[in-house]
Nanobody, 121 residues
Framework: QVQLVESGGGLVQPGGSLRLSCAAS????????MGWYRQAPGKQRELVAT???????NYADSVKGRFTISRDNPKNTVYLQMNSLKPEDTAVYYC???????????????WGQGTQVTVSS
């Protein structure tokens, strides 16, 4: 089994920055894609950014130019650098990993517990 542990959420003022981290641990595995999703009150969960094993990235239009996703393969960790934060960025942010466990024949999706990001004056 695999666990995703997130950190870095908190309360910031508009225009501020936060850096989220998510580390995968547990069974031996190979990570294909990692990403961040968020869910604001009264809204559906939405994709924020993803990064593949080849470091190809994809961003939601609402965060392009402000957020940067990256990964540290030796640490099995993905990061989300969030700059120029806006009140509409307020949400619970969830880490996601699509990976292949050693004993499996097909990739599976794993989710972190979520971390609260609040942008307010």
């Amino acid at each position: 089994q695999v666990q995703l542990v997130e950190s870095g959420g908190g309360l910031v003022q508009p225009g501020g920055s936060l850096r989220l981290s998510c580390a995968a641990s547990g069974s031996r595995f190979s990570i294909y894609t990692m990403g961040w999703y968020r869910q604001a009150p009264g809204k559906q969960r939405e994709l924020v950014a993803t990064i593949t094993s080849a470091t190809s990235t994809n961003y939601a239009d609402s965060v392009k130019g402000r957020f940067t996703i990256s990964r540290d393969n030796p640490k099995n960790t993905v990061y989300l650098q969030m700059n120029s934060l806006k009140p509409e960025d307020t949400a619970v942010y969830y880490c996601n990993a699509r990976l292949l466990v050693l004993t499996a024949t097909t990739p599976n999706n794993f989710w972190g517990q979520g971390t609260q990001v609040t942008v307010s004056s």
